[in-house]
C-alpha cells in the first residue's frame, strides 16, 4: 500500500518526574493503566482523534506534568 | 454567623457588611484550599480512585477563594466610608486606613494572584517554575489570617475567634497528616514545616491575646502602621470598629 | 587466541595487524608491556589530525568511518559514522566524552585497553574532537580505578607537552554504579549533578554537556577510530565479515580455561570464541551472552552462532560490551541470576517506579526461587512483574533486568520446575561463578 504522512499525537511520559500519583489512569484508562505500584503503563502511545481531548486533559491534569503530548508526522502504511 | 446578621441589621452600610462578610467565607476557602493540598500533595503509597476528583476540588475551592476575595476587595473600596483607592488593592501598604493590617491583606491577595496566574499557564511554566510560586500559598495562609484577626472588625466576636482555631486546627492537622505519611527522608523540610505548624498557632494566639481582643486596638491598629497612615483615617476607624 | 587471517595493508605502518590478527592490542602482543607515548608514536605515528577537518563539509575521517562500518562497542552497536556525523551538524562547537566507566562486573575490556592502549583511545578522542569541531574531551572513568585515573592524567599531560591534542582532555573521576556509565548520567554528572540518567530526549547528541551537542563514545570505539583514520576503511574490513566488520575486544570468564579479554575479529562464532580462552574447563550448562544486561543461552544452541547483532538479535541477545561468561552444569543459573538481579536492583538510580518497585520485587522473587521457597503465585508474578519492566523507566536499566530475567526463566525452565517442586537443586548453594559485587544500595551524596 501507498506510504502516506500521517499526522497526529504521541503520548509520552517522564518516568524520572513520574510519581505514580495515578491520575492520568483515571482519566485516559483507553490507553493508561497502573502497575501494582501505581506506576503507568502505557499500551500505547498513539493518541487517536477520538481520544485526543481526554489525552490533553490528563496532561493537564498530572500533579507533577510527567506527561507529553508530541504533534508527530509520521510515515505510516495503509496497513495499521 | 447569627452575629453578623445581626450586625448587619444594625450597621450603616451593606457593602461594609459584604466586605466581612467576604473576607471571612474568603478564609475559611482559602483554608479549604491550602489544608487539601497539604493533606494530598506528596505521593507515598500507591492510591486508587479519587485522585482526579481531589485536584479538581482543590482547584474549584481556589476559584471560589478568589470569588469571594473579589467580592471582599471591592466591596470594601466602594464603601465610601473608608477612603480606599484601587491601587489598594495589590500594592501592600499604600492604604491610609489601618496600613499595616490591611497590607498584610494586599500581601496575600499578591500572592494568590501569582498562584492562581501561574497554575493558570502551568503546561507552558514547566513543573519546577510552577511549584516554587505555588509553594507561595503556604505563605498567604498566615498572611491573611493575621490580616483577619489584625483589621477584622468582627474579632473580637467568640464565633469569629472560633472560626479561626477551627481554621487553624484544620491545616496543622492537614501538616501533621502530611508529614505523618511522609516517612523518612528529608528530615531538615518535615523539621520545618512541623515547626511553621506549631509556630503560627501560637504567635496568632499571642497576637490576639495582646491586641485585637483588648479594648483599644482601634487606635493601636492604626498606630503600628507606616507613616502614611494619616490620623483622619482614624477617626473614621473608631466609628467602625466598636460594632 | 585464533582469528581469521587478515589483510596485511598499510601505507603508513609496516604491520598494522599484529599477532592473532590483533589491532587494539597489536603493541601489547608485540612487547609485553604497555604502550608510553614514545613507543606509540614510533609504531602509529601522530593522530592524523588533517584528516579530521571537514573545512565546512564533512570530514574524511567521518567518511572513513561510515565505510568502515564500525559500531559503538560499548554495548548498543549505533553506527559510530552517524552518530559523528549528526553531532558534526549540531549547532555551535561540541564536547566530546570518551566513557571508560565499564560499570558491567563481567567485563574489563575498557580497563585493559587503556592500560595497554592509552594513547589509542586518547588519539581517537582527539580525532573525534576534531571531526566534530569539539572544544574539549572529557574521559571518564571510576572513580574507585585510582591507579587508571593517574595514568591516563598522566599520559594526557605527556601529550600536552608534545602538543598532540588539539583540545584540552579532562580525564575524570566518577562514580561507580551500575547505570553511572549511561550516556545521559556522565553528561549529567559533567553538567554538576549525579551520576544518573536522565530522562530522554534531548539526548546527549542532541543538548549534552553545557547544552551543546556531545559525542559519547566508548573508548574502545575510540581506538577503532584512531586506526581507522590512520589506514582506512579498506583495511578495517579486513577483519570480520561485510555485515560486520572489524575486530572487538570480548571479555571471556566462568568455566574457560584461560579467562581473559581477547580481541577477536567480528562474526567469530561463540563456539571459536572460547577456544581463544581455551575452551571450556568443564561441563557447560549455558552462557551469558552481553553481562548482566545479556541473555541466558543454552549451550548447545549457541556455539555456532556468528559473534554479530544481527546472529544474536535472532536469539533474542545481542553483542552487548562483548562479555561472555560460561556457566558450568554444575552451577545453578537461577541463583547466579538472582545474585545478579540483586545488584542491578540495588545499583539503580531509584528514579523510576520500575527500578523502585517492579525491579527489587523480581529480585526478591528469584531469591526465593532458587532458595526454593517460591509461593504458589510466585510463577505468575514473576512473569507479569518481568514482562512491565521493559520500556518504562527513562534509561535501559529495567529493559536489560528484565531481559536477563526472562531468558533465566527459560534457559533454565528445567530449573525452574525443579525449584518450584523440589525445592532447591544441590548447586544452588555452591560457590558462585559470576562476579557480582556487593549489592548495597547507594547513598544519595554518592552518586555527585
Known sequence: MAVIGVSGHSLRIDRIECGGHGVCAELLPELIELDEWGYPILRDTHVTAELLGHARRAVAACPVLAMRLDRVVRQKSGRT | ?243 | MTSSPTTPASHVLEQPTGPYGTRLLQGWFTTGGAADLDEHLNRYGPPPLSRATGRGSVAPVIRAVEDAGLTGRGGAAFPTGRKLRTVAEGRGPAVVIANGMESEPASHKDETLLDLAPHLVLDGAALAAVAVGAEAVHLCLPRTRHHQIRALGEAVEHRRQRRLDPVPVHVHGLPHYYVSSEETSLVRWLNGGDARPSATPPRPFEKGVDRRPTLVDNVETLAHLALIARYGPAWFRGAGRPDAPGTTLVTLSGAVRTPGVYEVPMGLPLGEMLGTAGGSSQPLGAVLLGGFFGSWLPTDQVMSVPFTKNDLAALGAGPGAGVLVVLPRSACGLAETARVLAYLAANSARQCGPCRFGLPAVAEDFAALARGQADADLSHRLERRVGLLAGRGACRHPDGASRLAATALRAFADDVRHHLLSGPCAAAGGEPVLPVPDASVPQDHEWR
Open chain 2, 1 to 243: 454567623m447569627t452575629g453578623i446578621v445581626q450586625l448587619a441589621a444594625s450597621g450603616p452600610s451593606p457593602l461594609w457588611y459584604a466586605t466581612r462578610a467576604g473576607g471571612t467565607v474568603a478564609l475559611l476557602l482559602l483554608t479549604a484550599t491550602v489544608a487539601l493540598g497539604i493533606a494530598v500533595g506528596g505521593r507515598y503509597e500507591p492510591r486508587r480512585g479519587a485522585r482526579f476528583e481531589i485536584g479538581a476540588l482543590h482547584r474549584n475551592l481556589s476559584v471560589l477563594t478568589l470569588v469571594f476575595l473579589a467580592l471582599h476587595i471591592v466591596t470594601a473600596i466602594a464603601d465610601t466610608f473608608v477612603n480606599l483607592g484601587w491601587l489598594v488593592a495589590v500594592v501592600p501598604f499604600a492604604a491610609s486606613y489601618r496600613t499595616f493590617w490591611l497590607g498584610l491583606g494586599t500581601v496575600a491577595f499578591d500572592l494568590m494572584l501569582a498562584v492562581a496566574a501561574t497554575s493558570a499557564v502551568r503546561l507552558r511554566l514547566g513543573q519546577r517554575r510552577w511549584k516554587a510560586v505555588h509553594w507561595l500559598g503556604y505563605a498567604a495562609w498566615p498572611v491573611a489570617l493575621f490580616h483577619a484577626a489584625g483589621t477584622g472588625t468582627d474579632t473580637r466576636l467568640s464565633v469569629q475567634l472560633a472560626l479561626y482555631a477551627g481554621c487553624v486546627a484544620v491545616v496543622v492537622a492537614a501538616v501533621w497528616w502530611r508529614l505523618y505519611r511522609a516517612g523518612p527522608g528529608r528530615l531538615a523540610a518535615r523539621l520545618w514545616a512541623g515547626v511553621a505548624a506549631a509556630v503560627v498557632p501560637v504567635v496568632l494566639a499571642m497576637f490576639l491575646n495582646w491586641g485585637p481582643t483588648q479594648s483599644g486596638w482601634a487606635q493601636r491598629a492604626d498606630g503600628t502602621g507606616s507613616a502614611s497612615a494619616t490620623s483622619a483615617a482614624s477617626t473614621f476607624d473608631n466609628g467602625r470598629s466598636v460594632a
